[in-house]
């Protein structure tokens, strides 16, 4: 994509959309804050080139800047709502991972901490166990065991196929009666 596909009308916008900041005090051009809508994460939300879907505005401003869409924008100031084209550049997940822990970013914001479990390591390795299960009669369907566990069919999937709960250790195999033995 080109920068020419961005209409002047939506260009003007964007340019509005943002407060500029005086100069840091190492004399560096200060950062350009997002004014409109921000995500959870904190950084700005605008439509996108198409017009159809939102972007993040860190994206559109380092796409002005370069007339290509990259992978990620990574942003030299640290502020999500930065959209200073000076502050952004292109790069891959890897190196935005690898700035953020050389920067010491990599503890998240207490307002956006996950919510506490709604299960326990042994009750995941029960999951596990029970889905495991050879016996015909005894072996149940990931739905029923969402339902035992009042959780969705889809974190009972995730939590089968290790997408989530790694941590937790294999599932022991049931014993005869077909209940999961003590750990």
């Known amino acids: ?9 939506k260009l003007a916008v964007f340019n509005k959309s943002y407060e500029k900041q005086p100069p840091n005090n190492d004399g560096t051009e200060g950062c350009w804050l997002w004014k409109l809508q921000l995500d959870r994460d904190g950084y700005g939300k605008t439509v996108g080139v198409d017009g159809t879907e939102s972007t993040r505005s860190n994206r559109m401003a380092c796409y002005l800047k370069t007339g290509v869409w990259g992978k990620q924008a990574l942003h030299s100031c640290d502020v999500a709502n930065c959209v200073n084209p000076a502050h952004l550049r292109w790069g891959t997940h890897k190196e935005n991972m690898e700035d953020k822990k050389n920067r010491n970013r990599t503890k998240m914001p207490k307002t956006i901490r996950p919510k506490p479990a709604k299960v326990t390591t042994d009750q995941v390795n029960e999951i596990r ?18 339902k035992r566990f009042n959780i969705s069919y889809t974190q009972t999937q995730r939590i089968i196929s290790g997408k989530c709960w790694k941590p937790a250790i294999e599932a022991p195999p049931l014993n005869p009666e077909g209940d999961a033995p003590p750990l």
Do not use: C, F, G, Q
């Open 129 to 146: 166990a029970l889905h495991k299960e050879t016996d015909p009669a005894k072996k149940l369907t990931v739905e029923n065991i969402a």
């Open 1 to 9: 994509m080109a920068v020419e596909l961005l209409s002047p009308r």
